[in-house]
């Protein structure tokens, strides 16, 4: 009896002793509450240490936090996107597709959407990223715009020609030409000629200057 007694307290702590040790939203706020935040983020040797599931746990964590700075969910959900697992992507997805997760701050879903960029291309991912072109705020399409770009996966074309029809902002419209340059495709490259030439967009011609 006197030594189940005596196994059942060193269970005890050894558990409390990893609960305390264990690697959590503070540790993480710590590391990343620096100006150099988005180079350190980018460095292989500091984004490699968050692919074990404690450590990858307190960046989720973060990016979702309700109430904590904006600021610093910010520097989680593009630390997510330098993780670059599914596991990262599947958290990412999940919080661009729900509707209270930027409700604190409307331009947290703008570096999801950036973040999720970072991230191979496939359908499913275009399939969800192009919502962002009809979001209300314009952070969000313009992100959106840019990192379909850089996915450059061809059926994204249809849906950011549908999207430059409808789109009153400028910034949007020169991010979902940037992007349609970056796919490439003859679909793509005929839409940029027929704007060039239309008439209709001088703005775009200047913006771009003249080399629309």
Request: aromatic residues 10%; contains cysteine.
């Amino acid at each position: 009896m006197k030594f189940f007694l005596k196994f059942l307290v060193v269970i005890l702590l050894l558990f409390l002793s990893t609960s305390v040790n264990a690697y959590n939203i503070n540790d993480l706020l710590k590391e990343l509450d620096i100006p150099q935040w988005r180079e350190k983020i980018s460095n292989p040797n500091f984004v490699n240490q968050f692919k074990t599931q404690e450590r990858f746990k307190a960046v989720v964590d973060l990016a979702d936090a309700r109430g904590y700075d904006w600021r610093y969910r910010i520097r989680a959900i593009r630390l997510l996107g330098h993780i670059g697992t599914p596991q990262a992507q599947e958290a990412l997805l999940s919080m661009f597709q729900d509707p209270f997760f930027h409700h604190e701050c409307p331009s947290l879903k703008s570096y999801v959407a950036e973040a999720l960029g970072d991230f191979p291309g496939g359908r499913r991912l275009v399939d969800i990223l192009k919502d962002g072109l009809k979001d209300p705020e314009l952070l969000v399409r313009e992100a959106t715009a840019k990192s379909l770009g850089k996915i450059r996966m061809p059926d994204s074309v249809k849906y950011l020609k549908e999207a430059f029809e409808s789109e009153k902002s400028l910034a949007v419209k020169i991010a979902i030409v940037n992007a349609l340059k970056s796919i490439g495709t003859e679909e793509a490259n005929i839409f940029i000629r027929q704007i060039a030439s239309d008439g209709k967009h001088e703005d775009l011609k200047d913006a771009f200057g003249g080399s629309l």
